[in-house]
């Protein structure tokens, strides 16, 4: 299991921020640590999550997608940076855990894995599934996430 502590930031706020202007953002260049691709399904959500954090949405941009590759391989840096700024918004936390990782039944072995990430918002624990997926290639990406586990009230 991996925990990690970062930054809270309420569901309101988070939600409020997602609406706000865009305008600001600043193009995130990747680094050469951030370049290198992801060897395994922890790692790319591990990854993410961290680059959400820093509100890195270009490199964010980088480990989400497809089979096929990158989103910011096929959306123009504006498009992936105003999405990543929505995802990230919803997914600050005082902290994450990645708790467990299966298989996806009816997708390729090996190929789809879902992880279920433990993510504390405002004290509130809630269990958000994850879906990564392998690159021919061989990097694993965020294809999926499950907002909605955050977003929902109950």
């Known amino acids: 299991m991996r925990s990690w502590h970062i930054r809270s930031l309420s569901l309101a706020s988070a939600l409020v921020a997602v609406f706000a202007s865009t305008a600001g953002l600043r ?9 290198r691709p992801a060897g395994a399904p922890a790692e790319v959500v591990e990854r993410f999550l961290q680059l959400a954090a820093t509100k890195a949405y270009g490199q964010m941009g980088g480990v989400f ?3 096929e590759g990158a989103i910011n391989t096929r959306e123009t ?3 992936v940076e105003r999405r990543m700024f929505a ?5 600050q936390n005082e902290r994450f855990v990645i708790r467990e990782q299966n298989a996806i039944p009816g997708r390729p072995e ?3 894995v879902q992880l279920t990430v433990q993510v504390t918002q405002n004290g509130e624990r809630k269990d958000v599934p994850f879906v990564t997926v392998r690159t021919p290639q061989g990097a694993w990406l965020v294809e999926q996430i499950d907002l909605e586990r955050l977003t929902k009230w109950d």
């Open 27 to 35: 193009a995130q260049q990747p680094t050469p640590a951030t370049m």
């Open 65 to 67: 997608g497809t089979r």
């Open 77 to 79: 840096q504006s498009r």
């Open 87 to 91: 995802i990230a918004s919803i997914l």
């Open 110 to 112: 090996g190929d789809a």
